[in-house]
């Protein structure tokens, strides 16, 4: 049997916290093993990488998410009782029902109204000497999603709504006041959403029979019983707080068009499956979510080294599309390899590795890929700026990392 490497020193929060992209595969790298074991919050921890250890994190037979995920990140990021913690029927069943809401007419029902809010926006920019465009990309999915999603938004809630949502995503993997702020931001969402839920099951609303809060207010679990008002509040945020955190993908949208003239040159082109090619390189290229979390269901053995019962688990998601295993020159932004990929599910997980049916990946996938093309299209094709002189390099300490300057943008013009 094989001893897994062991990191040195007691504990390896604060050197995960300093560099969460890359602290399993520099350490891999180091120890010349797609494995390691550390401990994480004290806790007994095995961390991997590349598309082999994918391979296994995703058997559902080996693992479970039961109790994997740490308390403070459900308490901002996920909320508590939702999908991500189901395991083997119960998660099946409720997974459907995300699965549900993702078929291509819904999901071009919310590239459109993407699309309007953005046009809507547009002209406002205009008038505007210089746009920080990440909050205002927050702004502009919360309005979009809610009205998919069946949820009201009133103008005058539009602001307070935006921050708290926002605040789920973008300042949850942080410490300090950012993360006290998160988990206040969770109470509110939670709170907003029960009182939709409410007022569906009331007959107070009536939002259409396909749309998120309709099919999740009215969504029985496999005992037959209506979700609880906390749970399906929590499913409801499930779904408003990923599409509106695709922002941060946005934003890498306009960061690679700046870096990378001769893309956007193409997109204008628009070179037949190129932007397609464009916003799977983006996933692949940039950090947004590095790294899930599993507990191993019972002890066994995997290439040779041992696996406790209960022991848990991360899988490195950043690494994993860079491993130069599989890509070849992972450090240069090539959108046309994206031409011969073999489509692979443990090779390229951004969001996620497996069967969307069967596991946990992402739902929201082909989302996240529609509105990058729908941004891609709207920066290249229906919009023209300049960038004024800032800060673009990524702050790889953050999480999400995100340009330094959030991207600001100066004289805006429609196009046509
Ligand atoms: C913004 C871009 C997105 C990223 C980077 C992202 C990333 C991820 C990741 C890494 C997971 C966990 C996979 C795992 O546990 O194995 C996940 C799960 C999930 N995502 Fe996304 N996601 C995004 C967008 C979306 C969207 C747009 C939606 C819904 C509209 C969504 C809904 C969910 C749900 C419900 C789960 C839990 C699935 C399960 O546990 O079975 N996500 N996502």
Known sequence: MLQVPRDKGLDSTLALIRDPYRFISNRCRR??????????????????????????????????????????IQKTLLGVGGVQGLD?????????????????????????????????????????????????LHMLLTRATCAWAGVPLADSEVDAR??????LFDDAGSVGLRHLWSRWARKRA????????????GGRIHPPEQSAACVIAWHRDLNGELLTPNIAAVELINVIRPTVAVSVYLIFV??????????????????????????????????????VAARTRQAFEWDGYRFP????????????????????????FEPERFRQWDGSSFTFIPQGGGDHNVGHRCPGE???????????????????????????????????????????????REIG
């Open 31 to 72: 120890y010349r093993s797609d494995l390691f074991e550390t401990r994480l919050l004290l806790r007994k921890t095995i961390c991997m990488t590349g598309p082999e250890a994918a391979r296994l994190f995703y058997d559902p037979s080996r693992f479970e998410r039961r109790g994997a995920m740490p308390k403070a």
């Open 88 to 136: 083997g029927g119960a998660h099946h069943h409720r997974k459907q029902m995300f699965m549900s809401l993702m078929t291509p007419e819904r999901i071009e029902q919310l590239a459109q109204l993407t699309a309007a809010e953005w046009q809507t926006r547009l002209r406002n920019w205009a008038s505007m000497d210089e746009v920080v465009l990440y909050p205002e």
């Open 162 to 167: 935006t921050r708290e949502i926002a605040a």
């Open 190 to 201: 939670d709170r907003w959403a029960t009182d939709i839920v409410g007022q569906i099951r």
């Open 254 to 291: 306009a960061h690679a068009l700046h870096a990378h003239p001769k893309v956007r040159e193409k997109l204008q082109a628009d070179e037949d499956g190129y932007a397609g090619c464009f916003v799977q390189e983006i996933r692949r290229y940039y950090p947004f979510f590095p790294a």
């Open 309 to 332: 019962e209960g022991r848990r688990v991360i899988l490195d998601l950043y690494g994993t599309n860079q491993d130069p295993r599989t890509w070849e020159r992972p450090e240069e």
């Open 366 to 412: 082909w989302i996240a890929i529609e509105l990058m093309k729908l941004a891609a299209d709207f920066f290249t094709r229906r919009m023209t700026y300049d960038l004024p002189e800032q800060d673009l390099r990524i702050d790889w300490a953050r999480l999400p990392a995100l340009p330094r300057s959030r991207v600001v943008i100066s004289n805006v």
